[in-house]
């Protein structure tokens, strides 16, 4: 509904703006033929303004799209990488999981990533990690939309600035030649007014797009927030202290923590899964073929 409001709201500021344009055309005399002569005209420094004034423009249409495409829930947290990943930590294999979020470059993966690197150092450093990681991608998108409020605000002061530089030429014309032509001198106040109504035209749908997209942001990221705490909400942190995830994995080679190398009971009747490599092992063998690690099975 928001991104249908938006796109509507830029239609008709386009809408505006063309008839804006059609009625200072038609109002201004026939030796100015366009804007674009009115432009050029106007000497190097209007031509820089009237640059500035398209490239905001160009600019602010540029990060709406691009927030339009990015601010989804399919973006931040996708379905079926939630049940792929929901799958993985179910069945213990951190190590995957934490490639799976590697191979991926969205809001849910980059702050679960850290997140299962963490593991071993207990539930506490889990916390902190997804804290510190959420912060990370939650201002980068907030800072993307801040740029929104930006352009809001300098739009309009460009025009302004092109405004009062054309005001003073009107004004030095009259002061020479006083007033001989009213009619010439009404229509080039109203050319550079039209500085003015293009900074405006840019920063009024800038505004309005800069609070929709912040309370978009903020509903998805509490969205993928909500799912990476159900991801995590039923790992077993006591029994993988020590346990290195990441590009360093560890399961028990020499090195590791103590505690991370010591017995681990494993129940025959439930598991044929080394409980610190997740590594597959027949019931009974000893040491684990993948980590090495000693088993204490339960009868």
Same mark, same amino acid.
């Given at each position: ?11 008709? =500021? ?16 026939? %030796? +100015?033929? %366009?804007? @674009?002569?009115?432009?050029? %005209? ?12 398209? &490239? ?8 709406? @799209? ?17 049940? +792929? !990943? ?5 069945? &213990? ?14 809001? !849910? ?31 980068? !998108?907030?800072? *993307? ?9 300098? %739009?309009?002061? @460009? #025009? !302004? ?18 007033? #001989? ?8 106040? #109203? ?17 309005i797009s800069y ?22 909400e039923e790992i ?8 290195? @995830? ?14 991370? +190398?010591?017995? *681990? ?6 598991? =044929? ?5 997740? &590594? ?20």
């Open positions: 509904m928001k991104r249908h409001l938006t796109l509507a709201l830029f239609l008709l =500021t386009a809408l505006g703006a063309s008839a804006f344009a059609q009625d200072a055309a038609a109002a201004a005399p026939k %030796s +100015s033929d %366009s804007i @674009i002569h009115v432009i050029l %005209s106007g000497g190097p420094l209007i031509i820089m303004i009237w640059c500035a004034i398209t &490239g905001t423009s160009v600019t602010m249409v540029t990060f709406v @799209i691009q927030n339009i495409i990015t601010l989804r829930r399919e973006k931040m947290a996708p379905k079926a990488l939630v049940d +792929s !990943l929901h799958n993985e930590i179910a069945a &213990g294999n951190y190590q995957g999981a934490w490639e799976t979020c590697n191979a991926n470059d969205n809001y !849910l993966a980059n702050v679960l990533k850290g997140a299962v690197e963490r593991v071993g150092r207990g539930k506490e450093a889990v916390q902190d990690a997804i804290a510190e990681y959420a912060l990370r991608e939650a201002t980068t !998108l907030r800072t *993307r939309n801040s740029y929104l409020s930006v352009i809001g605000v300098i %739009s309009p002061m @460009i #025009g !302004l600035l092109g405004t009062v530089i054309g005001m003073m030429k009107a004004f030095a014309v009259l002061g020479a030649s006083g007033i #001989g032509d009213p009619r010439g001198l009404a229509t080039s106040i #109203g050319e550079v007014l039209m500085a003015t109504a293009s900074g405006l035209f840019i920063a009024i749908p800038a505004f609070y929709i997209f912040r309370n978009r942001t903020q509903q998805v990221i509490v969205y993928a927030d909500q799912q990476i705490g159900r991801l995590l077993p942190y006591e029994e993988l202290a020590g346990l290195r @995830i990441g590009e360093d994995f560890n399961a028990g080679q020499p090195g590791m923590a103590p505690e991370a +190398s010591q017995s *681990r009971r494993v129940s025959m009747a439930l598991t =044929t899964n080394c409980p610190v490599c997740n &590594g597959a092992v027949t019931p009974g063998q000893n040491p684990c073929p993948h980590c090495g690690a000693t088993l204490d099975w339960a009868a």
